[in-house]
T-cell receptor, first 114, second 115 residues
Framework: AQTVTQSQPEMSVQEAETVTLSCTYD???????LFWYKQPPSRQMILVIR??????QNATENRFSVNFQKAAKSFSLKISDSQLGDAAMYFC???????????FGTGTKLQVIP | DTEVTQTPKHLVMGMTNKKSLKCEQH?????MYWYKQKAKKPPELMFV???????INESVPSRFSPECPNSSLLNLHLHALQPEDSALYLC??????????????FGSGTQLSVL
């Protein structure tokens, strides 16, 4: 069984500042992948970044990066130079064995203050 | 074209109505999914189609009936729904269901209200 926990229901950040969203997970699988998805008010879920569990190097995508701590089962998302368009609900997800075992966290609502 | 298109965007129906949700993608993806999302909750998987065959049904009530007429199209037929079925219904696709690192492409959803 997989569980994904996001302990911050809401976060806020000043525009141009940096914010970190937390995620912890638990899985019995040895082969798994971790994702951050963003859901803006338009409701469309958009992939932000993904991390293969077998890779030690943290994934980065422009202003988005992760801090993957495998032993601690932690997968946090750092957003640098926050922009107004970053305001959204962010979901952490764990996937293994194909999408039959995708598990989403409960989400963190990010507010960006001008 | 990297879009998943869902219609309608909003739907209001009575408990005795029959309606259908439609999802379309032209990315050549062979896996398509229906998710249900209640307000302020994460999406919950309902169905997975792989190569136009139903491969996963997450114990969804029979009042929801999925259909995949071809590789680009996914329907969700609704009949005799209950008010608690009111939610956002999201469709997604991926190139192949069997690779865990596959990116999911989501549509913008259909906001369903059952009166």
């Amino acid at each position: 069984a997989q569980t994904v926990t996001q302990s911050q229901p809401e976060m806020s950040v000043q525009e141009a500042e940096t914010v970190t969203l937390s995620c912890t997970y638990d899985t019995s699988e040895s082969d798994y992948y971790l994702f951050w998805y963003k859901q803006p008010p338009s409701r469309q879920m958009i992939l932000v970044i993904r991390q293969e569990a077998y890779k030690q190097q943290n994934a980065t995508e422009n202003r988005f990066s992760v801090n993957f701590q495998k032993a601690a089962k932690s997968f946090s998302l750092k957003i640098s130079d926050s922009q107004l368009g970053d305001a959204a609900m962010y979901f952490c997800a764990s996937v293994s064995g194909g999408y039959q075992k995708v598990t989403f966290g409960t989400g963190t609502k990010l507010q960006v203050i001008p | 074209d990297t879009e998943v298109t869902q219609t309608p965007k909003h739907l209001v129906m009575g408990m005795t109505n029959k309606k259908s949700l439609k999802c379309e993608q032209h990315m050549g993806h062979r896996a398509m999914y229906w998710y249900k999302q209640k307000a302020k909750k994460p999406p919950e998987l309902m169905f997975v189609y792989s190569y136009e065959k139903l491969s996963i049904n997450e114990s969804v009530p029979s009042r929801f009936s999925p259909e995949c007429p071809n590789s680009s199209l996914l329907n969700l037929h609704l009949h005799a729904l209950q008010p608690e079925d009111s939610a956002l219904y999201l469709c997604a696709s991926s190139q192949d269901r069997y690779r865990s690192n596959e990116k999911l492409f989501f549509g913008s959803g259909t906001q369903l209200s059952v009166l």
